[in-house]
T-cell receptor, first 114, second 110 residues
Framework: TQLLEQSPQFLSIQEGENLTVYCNSS?????LQWYRQEPGEGPVLLVT?????EVKKLKRLTFQFGDARKDSSLHITAAQPGDTGLYLC??????????????FGQGTILTVHP | SQTIHQWPATLVQPVGSPLSLECTVE??????LYWYRQAAGRGLQLLFY??????ISSEVPQNLSASRPQDRQFILSSKKLLLSDSGFYLC?????????FGQGTRLTVV
């Protein structure tokens, strides 16, 4: 069974601060996605990283995939209240019975105070 | 582009009553479809997935069942709801490792 450990579980910061969320696993993933979810809605895909060491930027968000494709991080620069939400990482299985299945982290609840 | 419709958005059902949640997908054929359950503000637990009509795989034993009567329709059911079935249920279409979710159904069993 593949597991993704996501940390921290909760993050409460002031507007303008920087933050990083981590996802770690002992398993190798073929790709890793980050989602953002608002209350009462389904998660929305932010980015997919596929190659070990890959870095993707989406405005103030920077996503990195570990060299061994076992971990990932999401860094937000100068957080804004609109960034508030639940952030989820998910890894796609790399082979065997896990191939293609998504394993989700437990999520990080981010609150950005004005 | 693909669109996922899921309904109802909220549902309050008494213990012991039946359940039927429906999900339909537009804009793709032969999609891989998934039902997830999410505890409040936390990660997603995979309940069922289907790679085609009539093909259902269950990830965890539970009081729920799933069916796929048509290519782009996925249904989550229960004959008798338990209190522990309360939660936020999400239908998803998944391709190339990425998931696209419906709006979710908030189920409260009372």
């Amino acid at each position: 069974t593949q597991l993704l450990e996501q940390s921290p579980q909760f993050l409460s910061i002031q507007e303008g601060e920087n933050l990083t969320v981590y996802c770690n696993s002992s398993s190798v993933f073929s790709s890793l996605q980050w989602y953002r979810q608002e209350p009462g809605e389904g998660p929305v895909l932010l980015v997919t990283v596929v190659t070990g060491g890959e870095v993707k930027k989406l405005k103030r968000l920077t996503f990195q995939f570990g060299d061994a494709r076992k971990d990932s991080s999401l860094h937000i620069t100068a957080a804004q209240p609109g960034d508030t939400g639940l952030y989820l990482c998910a890894g796609a299985g790399a082979g065997g019975t896990s191939y293609g299945k998504l394993t989700f982290g437990q999520g990080t609840i981010l609150t950005v105070h004005p | 582009s693909q669109t996922i419709h899921q309904w109802p958005a909220t549902l309050v059902q008494p213990v012991g009553s039946p359940l039927s949640l429906e999900c339909t997908v537009e804009g793709t054929s032969n999609p891989n479809l998934y039902w997830y359950r999410q505890a409040a503000g936390r990660g997603l637990q995979l309940l069922f997935y289907s790679v085609g009509i009539g093909q259902i795989s269950s990830e965890v034993p539970q009081n729920l069942s799933a069916s796929r009567p048509q290519d782009r329709q996925f249904i989550l059911s229960s004959k008798k709801l338990l209190l522990s079935d309360s939660g936020f249920y999400l239908c998803a279409w998944q391709g190339f490792g990425e998931a696209f979710f419906g709006q979710g159904t908030r189920l409260t069993v009372v």
